[in-house]
């Protein structure tokens, strides 16, 4: 989890408040001060955009659901007690939710009896409200909907925590190389089969972890470890181009393949899909890939002609898994197919492919509940590797609002080496915090998505931030590395030049010169790095990460920076201040 501190610093300070809220300028010294050390740093929502805005609208995955549910949540009330008429208005609000979010009528109608059932005639709990309670009974209930299991996760007693467990759905797999696992990908057109095809031979390939490797390791070595660090199986994966109809899909597959270096087998745009199926498999065994992946055409509509095409395909190959690809953003339309090619041809699970552009949700809440059958991968962006297993407590978590703090730590230990995050643990303890640092986490959150992406990931966050403020955000950072490109090395690794040496001033005109920007940005800038580095500093010491007093730290100022703001203030009328950000401004000595 230290891994992520600055990252989530990072985040934090991106979205607080501008500089004139928390820092001063004086005009006539050039001095930045600070007006509020304590919460300066806390993010501000800003004003709901115009809705005749022209601004792109960066709708994140789950927000109109996850809005109306957690403001549904906020408007229960303190009730001791569950009873019918005190829920009956949140349940008709929720189901309200639900039915503007595009899930299946009957899906909605079942969670909403569900959620009555867990709540009704339950006093609420001692130190819990009447709305955690509310919001506990609708996790359960949408873990339980979405194919979790919520009485295993309700034995640690936490609302909505996510697990370090595998994901609820796996995909089979053959030890024995004579006998490669065969998976068919199915679905219609525009879904994005042969992108999906890509992204789950990489999968297969580098992230899949490995059971049997988990099995061995000690309960403990497994509570502890990301499944992101977990033993892979790093599958040899050959991909079958069995779409003989769509112009350049062959084409589209093999540039995939060389993108994630796997081979891909092709009999060209003549030859029938169920033979191409067939002599692939036939290549795996001479070859010795353990899995064979099978992109087979689609269609505008479900057609007889496509369901007995599909129908001879497997019944030549005999795949052990049958993924249906599907769009999220059909909504509940999506459950209604997966369980159309369900009772055609029969399907093992299905692929949700444009999760990232589904504000809704519908498609995710609904599938599993009208069909049957389980969501056992999802893919979240354009990118190759970015399809990621389905977790039901981890997707329900985020949908009330929740946050998703472990898929958040996965993704930055993908990023970080061990020996990356060490040296940073070492000087975040020492609040040596620099620019060259701050480079370093921006790009690593770009390389995570986007700064909004991981925003929403962070419990309570997602609700306090909007699309305009998205937009801002997003340009700030872009201003900023500009900046940080126009620093010197030694600017880079000294900060303190720039907020406290008298060549600050001439330092920060040059820089933003530079960089093709005004005087003002660069304060701004100024101004945003002293918040984060006062957060990576308080953060710090509150995970443990701080200079003890037996390593010849303050006594008294170590309780202090990880204690209340009352402890802080106890230990500046001492004379002994805590953290960073005040006191002297930048142009002071």
């Known amino acids: 989890m230290r891994v992520t501190i600055e990252t989530v610093a990072l985040v934090l300070a991106a979205f607080a408040a501008a500089p004139s809220d928390g820092f001063v300028f004086n005009k006539n010294r050039a001095v930045l001060t600070s007006s509020r050390h304590d ?48 829920i009956q208005p949140a349940l008709k609000s929720v189901r309200r939710a639900l039915l503007d979010a595009d899930v299946n009528v009957d899906v909605a109608t079942a969670l909403i009896e569900g959620v009555k059932r867990r709540s009704l005639g339950k ?19 949408l873990l339980d909907m979405m194919g979790g299991d919520a009485e295993a996760q309700g034995n640690n007693g936490m609302v909505g925590s996510p697990s370090l467990q595998s994901p609820t759905a796996t995909l089979a797999y053959s030890s024995d190389s004579s006998e490669p696992a065969v998976i068919l990908l199915a679905g219609l057109q525009g879904a994005g089969k042969t992108t999906a095809a890509g992204k789950l031979a990489l999968y297969l390939k580098e992230r899949e972890v490995d059971p049997n490797a988990i099995a061995e390791l000690s309960e403990e070595e497994r509570s502890k470890t990301l499944a992101s660090r977990l033993p892979k199986r790093n599958r040899k994966v050959l991909l079958a181009a069995a779409d003989v109809y769509r112009p350049a899909a062959i084409e589209q597959l093999q540039i995939l393949g060389k993108q994630i270096d796997v081979e891909v087998f092709s009999m060209g745009v003549d030859a029938d899909p169920a033979d191409i199926a067939k002599a692939a498999v036939e290549k795996a065994k001479k070859e010795g890939f353990d899995t064979v992946v099978v992109d087979t055409a689609g269609r505008q509509v479900v057609d007889e002609e496509l369901m007995e095409e599909l129908r001879r395909v497997k019944k030549t190959v005999q795949p052990d898994e049958t993924l249906l690809v599907v769009d999220a953003m059909t909504g ?46 999802v893919g979240v962006g354009e990118k190759t590797a970015d399809l990621e297993p389905f977790y039901p407590d981890r997707m329900a978590s985020r949908i009330l609002g929740m946050g998703d703090v472990i898929s958040l730590v996965e993704k930055a230990s993908m990023e970080v080496s061990d020996a990356d ?10 609040a040596e915090f620099d620019f060259d640092d701050f480079m ?53 690794a000294n900060p303190e030049l720039l907020l406290t040496d008298k060549t600050g001033r001439s330092r920060i005109t040059r820089i933003t010169k530079g960089a093709g920007l005004a005087f003002e940005d660069g304060l701004t800038f100024m101004s945003e790095f002293q918040k984060m580095r006062t957060m990576i500093s308080r953060m710090s010491k509150q995970a443990g990460m701080g200079v003890s007093p037996e390593e010849g730290g303050d006594a008294e100022m170590v309780p202090a920076m990880a204690g209340n703001r009352n402890a802080r203030r106890a ?15 930048f142009g002071a000595r």
Request: aromatic share 4%; net charge positive.
């Open 571 to 585: 230990a500046k009328k001492k004379g002994k201040k805590g953290g960073r950000g005040g006191g002297m401004g």
């Open 421 to 430: 995050a060490a040296r940073m643990q070492e000087k975040m303890a020492k």
């Open 39 to 86: 919460d300066a740093f806390l993010p501000q929502r800003s004003a709901r955009p115009n809705s005749g805005s022209s601004n792109t609208q960066l709708n994140m995955m789950f927000d109109q659901l996850s809005s109306a549910l957690t403001d549904v949540a906020k408007n229960f009330g303190g009730k001791q007690r569950m009873t019918e008429n005190s």
């Open 123 to 141: 006093e609420v709990t001692k130190g819990v409200t009447a709305e955690q309670q509310f919001i506990k009974a609708m996790y359960d209930e």
């Open 440 to 492: 370093t986490q921006s790009k690593m959150v770009s390389k995570m998505g986007s700064m909004a992406g991981v925003a929403k990931m962070l419990p309570g966050l997602g609700g306090m931030i909007d699309n305009s403020q998205m937009a801002q955000v997003e340009k700030r950072i872009k201003r900023s590395e500009a900046m940080i490109c126009s620093m010197t090395k030694r600017e880079r």
């Open 332 to 377: 509940q339309a999506a459950a209604s197919l997966t369980a159309s090619f369900d009772s055609a041809v029969g399907i093992t699970g299905a692929l949700l492919t444009k999760l990232d552009g589904d504000s809704r949700g519908g498609a995710a809440v609904s599938i599993r509940g009208v069909s049957g059958k389980p969501i056992k991968f």
